[in-house]
């Protein structure tokens, strides 16, 4: 008997490894906002099609972490693979939040969920650092920074601990958005720092384009990053590419310039292979963040790399 084909095994290795476990689904945010009952039915579906491949963790706050457990318990117990993966974000307090992931670890981790990611915002190394103080072993924070000055500041300290990043790429505004720039110097520092990260907001399309920013009708439009346009040009950037060329990959809006095959080449020119790209999702750009898993996948599927 011949054995099914999924997705995953006739999807082009370098894609594979670009885009394996890259989409953390945050339904519950804007613009998408969902019920968590939507949500949890809609990652349960997502975790079951030829497409699971790509998918992260499930994004939630952490003071809703036993809403969630109420609704997904039951779809848990159905999932053929089990234990779900998620990430908690932080609120205010982050000692209060450290108690409720920690509680809700200990009673459910070996039998329903785990969140073994916190995603703090920290605008200073004092807070970086009182996290950490109080950071549960098995529990890995990524610390959304601002992208101003004070950024070299809280990435060597990031660095000096050991630890991982968070930059905001977008929003349900044309303001919410940084420029290319900010987020290549976002990106280089890191490298340079040897400090790896995600994303989150504004990446749900593969590459540039201009389109409304909300699901509402007559919502306000602007220019989104793409997140091949992101992965692409963070693993350049690991190869220390000049930031002109950064900035030309990050902007490029054609399908065409993006060839894969044994890695990837832009513009026929330059070339990330295999192992580069798995050493820029290891080192580099981990995943992001996105309200949605089907814009994602279909507009992959609409290039035909999927």
Not at 72 to 85: S, V
Not at 132 to 138: E, I, K, N, V
Not at 162 to 171: C, F, L, N, S, V
Not at 291 to 303: A, G, K, M
Request: with cysteine; glycine share 6%; proline share 5%.
């Amino acid at each position: 008997m011949n054995a099914v084909r999924t997705e995953a095994d006739t999807t082009p290795a370098s894609i594979r490894t670009l885009l394996s476990n890259v989409i953390d689904y945050a339904g519950l945010f804007p613009p998408s906002q969902l019920t968590m009952a939507e949500a949890v039915i809609n990652y349960a579906t997502y975790r079951n099609r030829n497409q699971a491949w790509m998918l992260g963790r499930f994004c939630v706050p952490a003071a809703r972490l036993f809403e969630f457990i109420e609704i997904a318990e039951d779809p848990i117990r159905r999932d053929k693979d089990r234990i779900w993966h998620l990430a908690a974000i932080a609120g205010e307090d982050i000692y209060e939040t450290i108690n409720i992931v920690r509680d809700f670890n200990r009673r459910f981790a070996a039998t329903a969920a785990i969140a073994d990611v916190i995603e703090v915002r920290a605008n200073t190394v004092s807070k970086i650092e009182n996290t950490l103080s109080a950071m549960p072993s098995g529990i890995t924070p990524y610390f959304e920074i601002p992208i101003g000055e004070e950024l070299p500041e809280l990435v060597s300290a990031l660095a000096l601990h050991g630890q991982r990043a968070k930059i905001r790429t977008g929003g349900t505004t044309p303001e919410a958005f940084p420029t290319s720039r900010q987020i290549i110097r976002f990106v280089r520092t890191c490298m340079a720092a040897n400090v790896s990260f995600k994303a989150t907001a504004g990446l749900h399309h593969p590459l540039r384009c201009y389109k409304p920013l909300t699901y509402e009708e007559n919502a306000p439009r602007g220019t989104m990053h793409g997140f091949l346009n992101m992965l692409v040009m963070t693993g350049f950037a690991r190869e220390s590419y000049r930031i002109s060329l950064l900035e030309q990959i990050l902007e490029d809006e054609f399908e065409e310039a993006f060839e894969f095959g044994d890695g990837v080449t832009w513009r026929g020119e330059h070339f990330l292979g295999n192992a580069q790209l798995g050493w820029l999702r290891q080192k580099g750009m981990h995943s992001f963040g996105s309200c949605s898993f089907d814009e994602p996948v279909e507009d992959l599927r609409s290039l035909g790399l999927l």
